[in-house]
């Protein structure tokens, strides 16, 4: 590796609590790779490297060496990085934080399988699809690191966000050490993407037209609001790692800011804390920020729980299993306007509650194509998984293309556990025509080796009226 790397330690931690192999593959963080079936990325300038069983997650810390080759200048290493010299050196002389990091990241204070069962409670789709992606867990992660992400979701899908995140940590972050010859870096600070030339460099890069609002917002994070503003847009009750709380934080900030307007909807006075509406506002005034993006670092970067955001794939969810488009006058429309996007999170904080983005994140990777495999391996004799038709892509924002996509059709799967054969039913219906066409596909499935008679399972998704027939043996 080259750096120093500590011994494996492990967390006790359940599957249905966190599952890494979901977790980290759901469009939340954009810079976990994996390698020789290990998960590794650089967080709070170390190199994580992670591995889970059914009771813990292990993990093992790889530290730089103290003289690092920086491929950017200073100004890009973390100005709050926790590293200690001792820690850097890797003598082992100072207690290693890496775990509380974790809890932190992780946000190991909330039950998961709690709040499951809470949602299932008070929602049945969840209830149906949550079985087969347990342990899916928001992460807690640092609010610029999320903004720039998620401004390069813009029209974009998880591969390409990942490729262009990995792109800004090689050519603008600090070298923090390699695994089987691969390379590691930290993400990079504001500063060292406001440069004059960053965003003609972003462009040859291949980021488009996201190179402008990358580079126009770093330049104001850096240069024209006040330091730790993004800290400030913080929820009170899940402070940023190494902060113990930011309730009184705006007095702190203006104290050391007095250039500091307490008028902004973003900030308050000390009296008041900051809110969800308030950070979210503040957010889109930022170039290339849209509600989607605001609700993105909301929810994964500044942990605001009740932050839904709501994309084309969340759109379908809400049309398809809510009733959103043909329910009432309020939501019949086709348009994603922001008051449809406004109405989808209400309708989803009244039915979830305090962590309704949580929840959300859940049928988010449930709707995500690249998890249609597990969907199907999780569901049991008396589940009935529901998926939309193959979208053109597996990403975190609408673009043009997914339209394709044929509405009101399903595809309907009754599994029944431990047989041999599952017969998997998709259900189109043209929307012209109006005629409902019925395809079986029979999955072949090596288990005891027992005979099991297909079963088809139509629904019909506007009237939700069930037929069932033989699918033959």
């Not at 954009?30 to 190199?47: A, D, M, S, T, Y």
């Not at 640092?142 to 390409?160: H, K, M, P, Q």
């Not at 009740?306 to 009432?328: C, K, L, M």
Request: hydrophobic share 40%.
């Amino acid at each position: 590796m080259g750096a120093k790397a500590t011994d494996w330690r492990k967390l006790p931690l359940s599957l249905t609590e966190l599952c890494i192999e979901t977790t980290l593959r759901c469009g939340q963080s954009f810079r976990w790779r994996k390698i020789n079936e290990q998960w590794h990325c650089v967080l709070q300038g170390r190199l994580v490297s992670l591995k889970q069983d059914s009771e813990h997650l292990h993990y093992r810390v790889t530290w730089p060496k103290p003289a690092n080759n920086l491929l950017t200048p200073p100004a890009s290493v973390p100005s709050a990085s926790p590293l200690s010299p001792t820690a850097a050196t890797g003598e082992g002389t100072q207690e290693d934080d890496t775990a509380s990091l974790l809890q932190s990241y992780f946000a190991l204070s909330l039950s998961i399988s709690s709040l499951y069962k809470q949602w299932a409670a008070s929602d049945a789709n969840f209830a149906r699809r949550a079985p087969a992606f347990t342990g899916i867990r928001i992460l807690n992660q640092d609010a610029w690191e999320a903004l720039v992400a998620f401004i390069c979701s813009s029209n974009n899908n998880i591969s390409r966000i990942s490729q262009m995140v990995q792109k800004l940590c090689i050519h603008y972050g600090p070298y923090i050490g390699t695994i089987e010859g691969e390379p590691f870096h930290d993400f990079p600070q504001p500063e060292a993407l406001s440069g004059s030339q960053v965003e003609a460099h972003l462009r040859q890069l291949g980021f488009g037209y996201r190179a402008r609002y990358i580079a126009e917002t770093a330049r104001i994070i850096a240069s024209e609001k006040p330091n730790n503003w993004l800290l400030m847009l913080r929820n009170p009750a899940c402070p940023a790692f190494g902060e113990v709380t930011n309730t009184a934080t705006t007095a702190v900030f203006k104290s050391e800011n007095p250039q500091l307007d307490v008028s902004s909807p973003a900030v308050k006075e000390p009296t008041s804390p900051p809110t969800y509406r308030a950070a979210h506002e503040a957010l889109l005034t930022l170039p290339g920020v849209g509600p989607k993006v605001s609700d993105c670092v909301c929810l994964m970067g500044l942990g605001w729980s009740e932050a839904v955001p709501i994309d084309t794939h969340v759109w379908q969810i809400a049309q398809r299993d809510y009733g959103f488009g043909r329910n009432s006058a309020a939501n019949k429309s086709k348009t994603f306007n922001k008051a449809i996007y406004h109405a989808i999170g209400d309708h989803f904080r009244a039915v979830w509650g305090a962590h309704a983005g949580w929840a959300q994140s859940v049928l988010f990777t449930a709707n995500l194509r690249s998890f249609a495999g597990q969907a199907a391996e999780g569901a049991t004799d008396d589940a009935i998984a529901t998926k939309e038709a193959p979208a053109n892509r597996e990403g975190v924002e609408g673009e043009k293309g997914s339209e394709n996509i044929v509405e009101n059709s399903v595809a309907v799967v009754k599994f029944e556990e431990g047989r041999e054969e599952l017969a998997a039913v998709v259900n189109t219906m043209d929307r012209r025509s109006r005629k409902r066409k019925t395809t079986t596909v029979v999955h072949k499935l090596e288990s005891d080796g027992a005979k099991v008679k297909g079963v088809e399972v139509g629904i019909f998704t506007r009237r939700m009226s069930k037929r069932i027939k033989s699918a033959g043996n």
